[in-house]
């Protein structure tokens, strides 16, 4: 059987990799934890925040609802304290469609 490579996915991302993966400074993801309760990451006892796989999608949620569709403060928590399973599912199928998107245009250039 021949040997297929995993994609490994950390438990905890460190806040210097979160605002490096979002392109924003820490003072920002520190903010919108303060703003949004969804946010939840782990701090050790130095106070470091370790964010984990979830916090990092809910991170992505919130971006996209401030940045992309343009929700004030806000209007992105209500938004997020009413809907956020629909939120949620709307985000899956977004990025499921950018990889099929991808991937695509991948097959395109290879033709």
Do not use: C, W
């Not at 370790?50 to 806000?74: A, C, M, S």
């Not at 997020?80 to 099929?100: A, P, Q």
């Amino acid at each position: 059987m021949p040997y297929k490579e995993r994609e490994i996915s950390k438990m905890y991302y460190t806040m210097g990799e979160v605002s490096k993966l979002f392109d924003v400074n820490q003072s920002l993801i520190r903010f919108y934890e303060k703003e949004f309760d969804i946010l939840q990451p782990k701090k050790n006892k130095k106070g470091n925040r370790y964010f984990t796989p979830e916090d990092v999608e809910n991170l992505k949620i919130i971006f996209h609802l401030i940045r992309d569709k343009g929700y004030t403060l806000n209007g992105a928590k209500e938004h997020l304290k009413n809907n956020i399973t629909d939120s949620k599912d709307s985000h899956r199928v977004i990025h499921s469609l950018e990889n099929l998107k991808k991937f695509l245009l991948e097959v395109r250039d290879q033709l």
